[in-house]
């Protein structure tokens, strides 16, 4: 707009004008009216589709698309990264045992085997535990045969010699080590002298012959 | 037939009843129209539906005892018009923004045939044309404010637009009023037999 432009319309007798000012009836309008009606009424019996109006302005909707959107987007990214993991990491960082600190607890082991001492003697993993260094006693013991006989005769005496045995881990550990190292060379087999076997020479070759006193089946 | 058992036939869908309620506030709503229309068949499709949004809204005129029955169908009808007419939208948004750019030179100057003009005196029919040749989103605006007295704020609810998008609207519609009032006059004596 030109900054010339100066308003000469006279509002008032324009609203004077307009207000009261009206067109003159037309029959036909009427006819027209009741046709549209009648149609209108004819759609809408064949239409049963209601009609949901809801009365929610353009500035509440817009906001609500965008947050959902957003909302949408973010809940899709969150998706992917997943949090908990890291905070497990985190967790068992502190719990890593330091090298020097973990000799200690292989020193601590034999309190663990206390342990399993304690439980039933049932249990078939166990025994055998207990049994192994039993067996390298047997070895290294003069007297081996009446160890063997308590061990297997009575279990509460199997049950006092396995807390011998834990109560004395390290010697255990050395007998192991001492079976493990005698072993028996190949040479000295080759070297051992074989013992010849004196051959019986028989007297007959037909034995038969010999045994004529033994009575014979009689045949029917 | 009193105005409170016209209004209880019209509900009862009595059709002499409504073709007097009909008959009785025709004209005034077809004036109505007629202003805020663009063209006479958009006007007289505007009627046509607005008077059968009115008989659908009668029940509220017992409800209220705000209106009177006139100011009642008038305010219903203004009402279905400015929706009915913005439901229009390509026709509402894009011609409020993008203007055609007409060949034609057209001068503005009032004293270029030293002819005055008089705009004090204008007739119906003239201001009737230039209202129908504003943009329709500053048709509505003129028309609910200087016409019909809609303040701002209730246009502003109306139209669902902010207040100073309707004043710059009305700004405009009052500078294009001017300039198409100038143009149908001079049209008009141009016209007109020697």
Redesign the interface.
Known sequence: ?SSQ?S?????R???L???D??????SA??D???Q??VT?TKSQLHTFTPKINFAI??SVIVPAIFIVLIGGLSAMLFSFVDFKKKDTVIKEMPLIPAPQKAKPSTIATPVKKETVTSAPPSKPAETKVAIMPSVAAVVKNPEPKKEEKTVVASPPVKQKAIETLVEKPVILAVQKKKIIVIPVSPRRRKKSTYEEIPTIQASSSNLNAENTTEPELELK | MSESELISACLKNDQTAKKQFFELFYSKLAYISLRYSKSKSQSSQIILNGFGHVFNHLNAYKSQKKYTLEEFVKTEFIFFTVKHIKSIRNEYYVASTVRAVENKETTYDLFLDNQLIDLKNISEDVVLKSIQQLVPSQRLVFNLHVIDNYTLESMSELLETSVQTIKSNLEKARFNLQKSIEKNLKMEKDEQPI
């Open positions: 707009m432009f308003y000469e319309l006279d509002e007798q324009i609203r004008l307009m207000q000012a009206e067109l003159e009836f037309d309008a009427w027209r009216f009741e549209t009606v209108e302005s353009r």
